[in-house]
Structures are given as structure tokens and as C-alpha cells.
């Protein structure tokens, strides 16, 4: 969640947006006239991205003059925000969230009105995975508007150049590049081991290209158990970089002494102390070094294993409805829409999951380019931990987060790995 | 204070009775009056949610199954929660002992300088910091990089001067057969003799690392009687083939090469030059080895992992007793400033010497102020939660866990187990109310 108020941080290029929303009213226009009412909503985007959604905002109230929306920020407390207010019986009409796990929560409680109605508009406009998630029971009740790919790997240009090294396409070909890395002197892994989450992400990448989706599922749903052989697998392939302890800065303890801002400087500073980190696209915003995409630093997807086709790991905000008005309706069909999403896609920062949002429309190349791979996935997943029970998948010093690190600690013991996230997972589960 | 307002009370009930009731009731009301404010305070954040939490922590984690005595029983067998008990049994036993002895030399020492006002409000002053600040200050001061954190800046910068870190810290050896470790230097393998060359490539040295005027690395000519040799970074953009002197592959100037004889002593030794070659003249026979020294290869200091899963709890402990020992020197010196000066005289014309005055007349008599610190502290001390918190970074919270600090992350934490949570909290406030009642029992005493 902290990154996302991060993300946008690197977004705050005032950008020529008149003509876009002019497009979009014209758009929104046709479709909603004469709907009247206030829509109220609350959600995760502050700061930056709360300026920028409220541009999205404006483009729908300029053509629907009788509908007020009035957007507040819970930021990072959302989840507690929206469990108090159903709890009292008064929620706000639309709310943006970042876990499924908490729309799932409160759609089997009753809480959500589904948005079937706008079944159409995202048939159009999204890839199938999108709805899929969204949905509960053959239901939509989640309206993913903001993206955010995690299956891309950041590279300094100038250590690639004097290791005369390309972006690897596939797993062996990485390994020979940070071998070579290494001889040129640069090591080939940033590593933010402080902070769990940068470990598990690292892991549900090797693991959907190793295993592929269908397990992918599987283990999310805790129906493959995480001694599972495929689990097994995909350690040992992530041992082959945590193994390579001089190729981490600081070696293997540095890593875990270095959280993820860090991790991300090593690799995008003038003088980089690593050549490449695995992360997702909101790396550029995290980094203090004033280095310049394309010249300083770049990016690729992340590589193949043993020849899986290309898949998506990552992440998303979505919209719910806790009231059926015709105004909610009206804006939630409006927000599905690509001229909405490309409001805020020309403002940077943004990476809309909707296919039809145009290229040109997002101004820096890199944010262009992982944010297409995002929309046009043809197997996109949501980021497994955050899809597990909190204890499990997201808690300082515990779970997922606590024996990974264990795991950089020492990669060499792949089963006594997979049977604590087993043990761990187990309790999770039992508990929930 | 209530006697003496009953005395005051009294002489007007005994002249007129009948007026001396509503009276009463007023004066009822007004204390009453005065007191609801605090009351409903306290009830509403203090009394209603201790209540809360013992009901509960007899429940699941979502409030809506009774359990019974479930989460007490899980206490006991929760991994966090036991490392947190025994981190919570270390803070007891080492922190308020050491914060009281520190606060009472500071506070005796600064008796006897003449800036000791300046002294005391240096000391004192992380007092002014929140807690969570101090913290991230120390967090900040303990990360491992030399670079970063100031504590093993300073140790690094000492460590440094005493043994230098060599030019080529980070270099590796090119090909298998130039063997040894950092510590011991490389030694090429392959036996040399008379007309032998021996190409020492070295790789794992960033272009910004080579030393300064190194130049085209030159393959060695080989010679009768001599021994010739190069030292280069045997790397080009690519990789290039190891073990071999190709274009674009710079020399290593200013290495030192040794020669060793057969029997294992040095024959010689020699610097190379800009483009990395060396000879050695005078070579008879065989069996010579080249390497180069391990002074080369020394690694700069690379720092105490202070924040890591061994240092942490202590890491934590100085970072409180920094903030603390500030407040344990200001009342002790309050205490010592009220101790009679004559009994001190007394004691020292008696002819006891200074370690004597302090140990068995300075101490006895402070004893109630020193207890009255060491108690503060033991209560604090079981509480702490918020600098270890902000200290221990998100890889070892659990090293350093403690008792409060597992409530928290077991209630708030992303697990949000409410009722495991109170229980939790429960079993601090038991550990609390003895404390807490010896500190009562001493103010009774007191007062």
C-alpha cells in the first residue's frame, strides 16, 4: 500500500489535460444525461493521486452538471474506515480499495451492491482476468481503475553498458548476465530484504512462470499445499539468486539490513552499488536520485522460465458500490470507460488495467511500457500474498514476509522452507 | 485533608443544625461536580476499556465466538509471544539497573564540575525527543553501511587507519588456477621456472575502481633466466575469454607481486607497472610460484550489523537507556542535593576515603530516591513498545520483540486477532499490578 502514495510522487508533471477531459465529457455526455444526485465515495489515493483522481472527477461532473461527487481520502486506514462505517450502518456510496480480500469480505457479507450493470463497458474494455477477480458468486462488484505491474525488472543502463550486457529474455540468460555483471565489478542484485513484500513478489514471479497459472491459482486458493514439488521448484530457482551472495551488495545479511527505497537507489544512482532490482512499476517513484528514465536507468519484464509464455503479476485498486443510486451507476459506468482512465494515465504515475486506453496517452515511455503489458496480459494475477490471510501473506515478522527473509538467510534449505510456509499458511487458514 | 475539613465543617452544624444539611448536600455537590469530569474521563478511556479487553480476550478473533480461555492457553505456545517474554525478562533485568547506577554517577560526577548545568541538559535533553523519534534516530545512527550509519562510520574510520583496505578490495580471480582467499592473497598455481610467464587476470573491479594511469594491458614476453608476468582486469565489455590479455583490457598498475622459491620462502618481490607487467631476473630452475599479497586484496570495514537478529534487542536498550538516563540523573540529583552536607563532612574527617563516602553514606541515604527511579523504570521497561518499534526494522521486529509490542502486531498488526490481541494485554497488566501495588504501598507510606 505505501508505495502506491510513493508511485505518484514521480507523477506531478502538470500536464495539458483540457483537451482530454473535453473528449471525455463528450463521451460521458451522450450516455448519462440528465442524471442528478451526490455520489459519496471514500479511498486509498492521497496526496498526488488524489489530485489527480479528482481530474477524473471533474471530467464526469462536467458533463453531468446534476451529479456531485465528493471524493475523501482514508488513505492506508481505508480497510478500517469502511469496516467502522458498515459496522454503522451508514457507508459511503463508492469506496476505491486494494484488496480483493476485503471486497470478497464484504460482498459475502451483503454489504456490496454488485455492478453487473456495467458487465458491458468492462467486457469491452478489460482483458478477461480483470472481471474475473472483480467478481464473487458470477457477480461484479469490482471495478479495477488503477494498475500496478509487478513482473518488471529495473536496470542501470551504464552498469549494463560497461558489463556489455543485454536485458535478458529468459532465466538462464539472467543468470549468465549477473555472472558477467559481476566480473565487470557491478553486483548483479539489489536486494530490499528488510521489507518482506519485495521477497514474496520476487517468489510469485518465478512461481507462475515456473509452475504456470493454473497452479498459480491453486496455491492462492490454498489448494496446492506449499510443499507442493512446483513450490519446491521455484525455490530452488529463487535460491540460484539468493545463493549468489556476491552478487548482492553487502551479501546476503546486507540484504536483509536493506529496505526497499535503498534497494531501489542502489540500483537507479549514478554510481550504482547493483546493476538490476525485481520490482514493480512503481520503482522510478521511490528512488531520490534524480536519474533520468531511458539514459540512467531502464526496464524489462521479467524473463522467461524454462519457456512460459509471458504472464502479469501485480496489483490494482478497484471501485465498489455499498448504494444503488442512478448517480452511482452513472459515475461507475463512467470510470469503466478509457477516456476516464486516460485522464489520469496523462497525468503519470498511473497504469490503467483498461486495454483501450491508447499508448500515446501516457507521457513517460517507461510508464508506457509497463503499463501496456499490464492492460494486454493474457494471464494476468493478482499478487498472491496480498490474496492470503493477513497473518500469512501480509505482517511484519511473520508469515510469507518473516520466512522468505529466513529463506535469503539461507537459500540452500528449500524444504524446511516450504514446510514452515505450509505450517504457516495452515494456521492462517485454520483461523480465518 | 478531609480531617481538616470536617474541623472547619463542624463549629457551624453545632450553632444552627437545620441550615447544616443542605450545606452538606451543596458541598457534596460541588465535590461531586468537580470530580465528574475526571470520572467519566477515566471511565470512558480507562475503566470501560480494561473492562473490555479481559471480555474480550475470551474471544475469537472475530469477536463473535466464545472461547473460553482459548487465547491464554495460545499464549503459551505462540513462538512471537515466547521470544517477546524472554526479550521483555532481559529488558527487566538489565535496563532499570543500568539506567539507575548511570543516572547516579552522572548525578554524583556533575556534583563536583563547574559546567555541570551544561552537562545535565545535554544529558537530559533526549528527554525533550518523543520516545518514536529517539528511535528513528538511533535506527538511523545503527545501519550496518559505514557510509550510512554513524555508529560504524565511527568504528569503521578507526578500524581503517589501523589496517587500510587495499586498492582492489572487491577483486576476484579470473581463472581457476589463480587460487587463495582475501586473507591469504592469490597464488598462481602453476609452477614457473626459467622463460615462464605468469598472467595474474583479476575481475570484479568496476571501471571506477581501477587505479588511476593504468594503461593497455601488454601480454608478457618470455625471456631466459626471467620470470615475466602480468596483473590486469581481465574483463571487456561482454566478458571476453578469461585467462587471456586482449584489447580493451586495461593493466593493473602498482600490485604487489612476490615471487615465492620452491621452498615456500620469497624469492622476490616487485610492483607492477602501468600496462601490469612485472619480471623477476635471476631465475634459476623451477618450481616458483607468483601471487600477490593479501594487503592488496583487504577489504574496508564493512560495518556491525547492530540492527541485525543478535544485536538488535541491545541495540534497542541503548537507544532507551540514552532517553532515559537524563530523567534518572535529574531526580537523582534532586535527592543528592538534599542529602545534609554535614554528614558527608562528617563521615570524610572521620577519615573514610571518597569511594567509602559514596558507597556507605551517599548510597544508603539516596536509597529512596534510587528506589523510586528503579521502580519508574521497571514499569516503563515492561511497557515498552514504541522505540523498538521504530529501532528494529521489519527483518528482526521479532528478535526484538516484546510483550506490548506483540499485543500490538497481533491486534493491529495485518493479523488483527482482537481477542488473542487482549489477551495479550491481559497478561502485561498482570505482570504490571505487583509493581504497581509496591509502588502504592511506598506512597502510602510516604504521604
Known sequence: MRIKKLTALVALTALAVAALVATSTAGAKTKHRGVSGSVSMTGIWTGPEEQNFQAVIDGFTKANPGVKVKYTSSGDQTPTVLSTAVAGGNPPDLAAVGQPGLMKDFASRGALKPIDFAKGVIAKNYTPSWSTLGSVKGHLYGLFFKGANKSTVWY????????????????????????????????????????????????????????GAAKYDQ????????????????????????????NIPGGRSGALQTDFPTSVDQVLNATPKAAMIFEGDFVPGVSKSGSKALTDYNVFSFPSVNGSAPAVVGGGDMVIMFKDTP???????????????????????????????????????????????????????FDLSDLQPAAFGGTVGQGEWKIFQDFLKNPKNVNGIAASLEKSAAAAYKKK | MSGGASVTAEPPARGAPPAAEPGGLRKHAVAVGFMLPAAILLGVWVVYPAVYTVFRSFFNATGKKFVGIDNYTALWSDELIHKSIVNNVYWVLVVPALITAIGLVFAVLTERISWSVAFKTAVFMPMAISLFAAGVIWRIMDQQEPGRGALNGVIGAVHDSFSPPGVLADASPSVPSLKGSASQGLVLQKPLGSGGEALLGLTGIPPEGMPAGAKQAVAPQPADGKIVGVVWRDFKPGGGVPGKVEPGELGIPGVKVALKDPKGGTFASTTSAADGTFSFDGVKGTGYKAAISAQTFRKPFSGVAWLGPRLVTPAVMIAYIWVWAGFAMVVIAAGLSAISREVLEASRTDGATEWQVFRRVTVPLLAPVLSVVFITMLINVL???????????????????????????????GVNDFGLGSAIAVFLFVLVIPILLLNVRRFKREA
Not at chain 1, 182 to 188: D, V, W
Not at chain 1, 224 to 239: E, F, N, P, Q, R
Open chain 1, 156 to 211: 542501470n543502463v551504464k552498469a549494463f553498458k560497461n558489463a556489455g550486457v543485454k536485458p535478458p529474455a529468459t532465466w538462464p540468460a539472467l543468470v549468465t548476465a549477473a555472472k558477467t555483471l559481476r566480473a565487470s565489478g557491478t553486483p548483479a542484485y539489489a536486494i530490499g530484504g528488510a521489507d518482506g513484500w519485495t521477497l514474496t513478489d520476487l517468489f510469485e514471479n518465478i512461481y507462475i512462470r515456473s509452475a
Open chain 1, 327 to 381: 448517480a452511482a451507476r452513472a459515475f461507475v459506468s463512467y470510470l469503466a470507460t478509457s477516456q476516464a482512465a486516460a485522464i489520469w494515465a496523462s497525468k503519470g504515475g498511473f497504469s490503467s488495467p483498461n486495454k483501450n486506453v491508447k499508448a500515446s496517452t501516457y507521457k513517460d515511455p517507461l510508464n508506457r511500457s509497463t503499463a501496456i503489458a499490464l492492460a494486454h496480459a493474457k494471464t494476468f494475477r
Open chain 2, 383 to 413: 511497557k515498552v513498545f514504541d522505540i523498538v518499534l521504530s529501532v528494529a526494522p521489519g527483518s528482526t521486529q521479532t528478535d526484538a520483540s516484546v510483550i506490548a509490542l506483540a499485543m500490538w502486531r497481533t491486534s493491529f498488526g
Open chain 1, 219 to 246: 496455491l492462492t486458493n490454498h489448494q496446492l499445499k506449499w510443499t507442493d514439488g512446483s513450490v519446491k521448484a521455484a525455490l530452488k530457482i529463487m535460491g540460484q539468486i539468493f545463493g549468489d551472495t556476491a
